[in-house]
C-alpha cells in the first residue's frame, strides 16, 4: 500500500534562515506528487505539484522542491523563510490513473522573526 | 482554481445525533471527495463522491455512517450519522481538476465537535 513519510514533525526557524522538508513515499509505480499549506485559520492550499519533467518544481511563494526517484524522495524547499511562512505543510501522493490521494502526517513550521 | 465553500464552517453536537456537511462549488466537476481530518492527524479520504451513483466509499468507512449524496456535478453533502465523540474531526471536501482532475484543491473545511 502507497504511504508517505514526513520525518519532521515540528520545525522551528529564524527568519531568513533555509527551509527543507523531508518528504518520502513507498510505492513501485509512477505517481503523482504533492505540496500542500495550511496557514493559521485557513485552508489547505496547494503549494506545488510534480507530474513529470523537470524534477525541479517551483511553487508559489519561493517555495521549491526536488523529486529524486531514486530515494523516492520530494522534499521541499525555500532558501529563506519569513515569519509569513508559519503553517502546516503536507507532502502527497497519489498514483498515476487513480484519485486516491495519500497524505503525509504533516510538518509545522513556527518561524520567528 | 475552482471556488470551494462549505457549511457549516463549525459545530457542536451531542452524541448520537447526525451532522450533514454542505459542499459547493462554483464550477462543474466531475470528482467530488471528503476527507476527515483528526485531531493532530494528516488527512484521511472517506469516499469519492460519485455523481450519479453510490460514493466509493475507503477502507474503515461505510455508508451506514458516512452517506454521501451527489445530486448534480456542483454539490455534494457529507453526512456523518449516529455520532460519537470519536467524530470529532475537521472534515474536508476537495474537487479535482486538471487534465484528468488528478489535482485536488480544498473547501475550508468543517471542524466538528462531538460532545
Known amino acids: 500500500a502507497q504511504s508517505v513519510s514526513q520525518h519532521n514533525h515540528h520545525v522551528i526557524l529564524s527568519e531568513a534562515a533555509s527551509l527543507e522538508l523531508g518528504c518520502n513515499y513507498s510505492y513501485g509505480g509512477t505517481v503523482n506528487l504533492f505540496w500542500y499549506v495550511q496557514y493559521p485559520g485557513q485552508h489547505l492550499q496547494l503549494l506545488l505539484k510534480?507530474?513529470?519533467?523537470?524534477?525541479l518544481v517551483k511553487g508559489i511563494k519561493g517555495f521549491e522542491a526536488e523529486f529524486i526517484k531514486s530515494k523516492f524522495s520530494f522534499n521541499l524547499r525555500k532558501p529563506s523563510v519569513q515569519w509569513s511562512d508559519t503553517a502546516e505543510y503536507f507532502c502527497a501522493v497519489n498514483a498515476v490513473n487513480t484519485d486516491k490521494l495519500i497524505f503525509g502526517t504533516g510538518t509545522r513550521l513556527q518561524v520567528f522573526p | 482554481s475552482a471556488v470551494i465553500s462549505q457549511k457549516p464552517s463549525r459545530d457542536i453536537c451531542q452524541r448520537g445525533t447526525s451532522l450533514t456537511i454542505q459542499c459547493q462549488v462554483d464550477s462543474q466537476v466531475t470528482m467530488m471527495f471528503w476527507y476527515r481530518q483528526q485531531p493532530g492527524q494528516s488527512l484521511t479520504l472517506i469516499a469519492t463522491a460519485n455523481q450519479g451513483s453510490e460514493a466509493t466509499y475507503e477502507s474503515g468507512f461505510v455508508i451506514d455512517k458516512f452517506p454521501i449524496s451527489r445530486p448534480n456535478l456542483t454539490f455534494s453533502t457529507l453526512t456523518v450519522s449516529n455520532m460519537s465523540p470519536e467524530d470529532s474531526s475537521i472534515y474536508l471536501c476537495?474537487?479535482?481538476?486538471?487534465?484528468?482532475?488528478?489535482?485536488?484543491?480544498f473547501g475550508p473545511g468543517t471542524r466538528l465537535t462531538v460532545l
Open positions: 476537495s474537487v479535482g481538476q486538471g487534465a484528468n482532475g488528478d489535482t485536488q484543491y
Open positions: 510534480y507530474f513529470s519533467g523537470d524534477p
